[in-house]
């Protein structure tokens, strides 16, 4: 498996970097794809590509997940044996305004992935899924264990759906899946439309951060060194199919089929208003907070159980709020030159 280059799709996104960079430096050589939309402002995505780019082992391809013949080009060039598909249309607010991109990129790009991944001889595709597949669940902490059949925005659902469609894939062809369900990672080189991200922009411009439910939300914060950390562990660990899997009493993480789900989450919930006020030491300026009311597709609290993961690769992610938000500080005061 070592020898072919390992493709990682969203290469120019915010985990698809950190995973990228984190493969080359263990010897790795790694083809990434990225559209560069504008989804956020593309200086971020080209500085991150910049700084792939200049390491040996890194080839880059300005593609579109849907497009399908370009896609399907790819795949056959390289045949690669890992892939980690983390390119998706991302955010929940935006799924409110813009519904198509998410099929576009969610759906028929993943379906383009699977193909490509059937058809090239992978031993193991690892996809990004998310928290917000939990939806409407309010047993805490979510469990990979628990059904997850009430998603309440069209992302979550898009999400669900890759879920599925990995499973009929690894049940069809045998082709090793394993979902990720990423709890609001944060980090150096963060997205734009993300929390941390936000609330720093406007704690330093002076405007008005804008908190939901007036500020009683909790977010299982994890840091994206952590996230990697178990991403690169998980690639050489492609899942078996579980021979006691019982459909009568159907385990909802795993299958007779090669295909499991995890959870990558802190397992340690931060309130937001404590969050506010680690940014607010870090740069030095109180927040002004303007409480609102509860947003459609939006949840109280997020809360991960990492049993499986730890059990697993013997990991699970644990880096303080405190030393995750101080490294993410000084990255945002030197590339916006604070």
């Known amino acids: 498996m070592a020898d072919n280059p390992v493709l990682v799709t969203g290469a120019?996104?915010?985990?698809?970097f950190h995973v990228a960079q984190r493969l080359l430096a263990e010897g790795r050589q790694v083809v990434g794809i990225d559209s560069l939309n504008n989804y956020y402002d593309p200086k971020l995505k080209e500085a991150r590509l910049a700084m792939l780019s200049s390491q040996p082992g890194f080839s880059f391809h300005r593609l579109d997940l849907a497009d399908r013949t370009a896609m399907k080009a790819l795949f056959g060039e390289h045949r690669f044996p890992a892939v980690v598909h983390l390119a998706a249309q991302a955010g929940v607010r935006y799924s409110l305004e813009n519904p198509h991109a998410y099929v576009d990129a969610n759906l028929a790009g993943f379906i383009n992935v699977l193909e490509g991944c059937r058809h090239n001889g992978c031993e193991h595709l690892l996809f990004a899924s998310s928290?917000?597949?939990?939806?409407?669940?309010?047993?805490?902490?979510?469990?990979v264990k628990d059904n997850v059949?009430?998603?309440i925005s069209l992302y979550a659902a898009t999400k669900k759906a890759?879920?599925?469609?990995?499973?009929?894939?690894?049940?069809?062809y045998q082709l090793p899946t394993t979902g990720l369900r990423f709890f609001t990672v944060y980090g150096p080189w963060g997205r734009p439309d993300m929390a941390m991200f936000i609330f720093t922009k406007a704690i330093l411009?002076?405007?008005?951060v804008r908190l939901f439910n007036h500020g009683r939300m909790r977010r299982d914060f994890t840091y994206v060194d952590d996230?990697?950390?178990?991403?690169?562990?998980?690639?050489?660990?492609?899942?078996q199919g579980n021979p006691g899997w019982d459909g009568n009493r159907p385990d909802p993480a795993t299958s007779r089929a090669p295909w499991t789900v995890y959870n990558i989450g802190n397992n340690h919930p931060e309130d937001l208003m404590h969050v506010?006020?680690?940014?607010?030491?870090?740069?030095?300026?109180?927040?002004?907070?303007?409480?609102?009311?509860?947003q459609p597709g939006d949840v109280e609290a997020t809360y991960a159980d990492v049993t499986d993961l730890e059990r697993d690769i013997g990991f699970k992610p644990a880096t303080p709020i405190e030393n995750g938000i101080a490294r993410f500080a000084k990255w945002y005061r030197d590339y916006h030159r604070i």
Do not use: C, W
């Not at 928290?131 to 469990?143: H, I, R």
């Not at 411009?205 to 008005?208: K, L």
């Not at 996230?227 to 660990?237: D, E, M, N, S, Y």
């Not at 506010?276 to 509860?294: C, D, H, T, V, W």
């Open 227 to 239: 996230v990697v950390q178990a991403v690169v562990r998980l690639i050489g660990r492609p899942p």
């Open 131 to 143: 928290s917000s597949v939990y939806g409407a669940n309010t047993k805490l902490p979510f469990s």
């Open 276 to 294: 506010i006020s680690l940014l607010e030491k870090e740069f030095g300026r109180a927040a002004i907070k303007q409480m609102l009311p509860m």
């Open 12 to 16: 120019a996104g915010f985990i698809g």
């Open 149 to 151: 059949d009430h998603p």
């Open 162 to 172: 890759n879920e599925l469609m990995a499973h009929s894939y690894s049940h069809l």
């Open 205 to 208: 411009a002076g405007q008005p």
